[in-house]
T-cell receptor, first 113, second 112 residues
Framework: DGGITQSPKYLFRKEGQNVTLSCEQN?????MYWYRQDPGQGLRLIYY???????QKGDIAEGYSVSREKKESFPLTVTSAQKNPTAFYLC????????????FGQGTRLTVV | GESVGLHLPTLSVQEGDNSIINCAYS??????FIWYKQESGKGPQFIID?????DKRQGQRVTVLLNKTVKHLSLQIAATQPGDSAVYFC???????????FGKGTKLTVNP
């Protein structure tokens, strides 16, 4: 099956610890994205990448880091610098920028205690 | 702030009725719009898209209308079913940029 896979679905971490969320796609898409969603809210862009070994900050990049060493993978690290990390994180991919839809994974719910 | 927003945060309809979900955008340079459906605890699913050179586009039971004059987008769902209950987001692409901007969403509840 082609698609975009996020793991794990639920993640619990202690405050002060870094945590990495996985995102893999086998759609051969060039562009990948990370969004954060808080309860009752829309999606806010954290980071995006249009091509391997390149990525740009989105609207709320502080406290997060990413890498894009492979076309199919775009992991997100939530660092201890992120003040309010508990949220639902969504990864997406698209063929490229512009007039193309983004396909989403099923999300990772991160809870920091 | 976000340039895409919604008129109503919640919408409740009876099964079989038609639903209309609205969205306003403020960036006149936006030229591509998408509607997504998100069920609880899941990622958004693509419903339908429209480019700015069109006023209307139809899919299966769904129609998207774009009014560029007033920067308004709507999603019409015909014969709404309980499975349509979800949060619906509109998203815009601003002038071919790399990212989509999402609105806050409308929660649609379909009553049997």
């Amino acid at each position: 099956d082609g698609g975009i896979t996020q793991s794990p679905k639920y993640l619990f971490r202690k405050e002060g610890q870094n945590v990495t969320l996985s995102c893999e796609q086998n759609l051969n898409h060039d562009a990948m994205y990370w969004y954060r969603q808080d309860p009752g809210q829309g999606l806010r862009l954290i980071y995006y990448s249009q091509i391997v070994n390149d990525f740009q900050k989105g609207d709320i990049a502080e406290g997060y880091s990413v890498s894009r060493e492979k076309k199919e993978s775009f992991p997100l690290t939530v660092t201890s610098a992120q003040k309010n990390p508990t949220a639902f994180y969504l990864c997406a991919s698209s063929i490229g920028p512009g007039w193309t839809e983004a396909f989403f994974g099923q999300g990772t719910r991160l809870t920091v205690v | 702030g976000e340039s895409v927003g919604l008129h109503l945060p919640t919408l409740s309809v009876q099964e079989g009725d038609n639903s209309i979900i609205n969205c306003a955008y403020s960036n006149s340079a936006s030229d591509y719009f998408i509607w997504y459906k998100q069920e609880s605890g899941k990622g958004p699913q693509f419903i339908i898209d429209i480019r700015s050179n069109m006023d209307k586009r139809q899919g299966q039971r769904v129609t998207v209308l774009l009014n560029k004059t007033v920067k308004h987008l709507s999603l019409q769902i015909a014969a709404t079913q309980p499975g349509d209950s979800a949060v619906y987001f509109c998203a815009e692409n601003q002038g071919g940029s790399e990212k989509l901007v999402f609105g806050k969403g409308t929660k649609l509840t379909v009553n049997p």
